[in-house]
């Protein structure tokens, strides 16, 4: 009965030092995975700032268009 036990034991054991090792696996590629994607994100809100800033550039012109506009057909 101990023989069996111990057996058992010794089983369980290797089952939970697989399990360990492929929770280990998923954490450090998730880890990474995670890094990826903050640097994607950091990328994108980059990107994002760089495209508010050419629009209201753009809105500017266009409002000084307008405006140079309007005041060429006011005096004509």
Excluded: D, F, Y
Aim: glycine content about 2%; overall charge negative.
């Amino acid at each position: 009965m101990l023989e069996t036990t111990l057996s058992q034991l010794e089983q369980l054991v290797s089952e939970l030092v697989e399990q360990n090792r492929q929770l280990t696996e998923n954490n450090t590629q998730l880890t990474a995975q995670l890094a990826q994607a903050k640097e994607e994100n950091e990328s994108l809100q980059l990107n994002l700032m760089e495209q508010e800033e050419k629009q209201t550039s753009t809105v500017s012109r266009i409002q000084a268009l307008v405006q140079r506009a309007s005041a060429g057909a006011v005096s004509a």
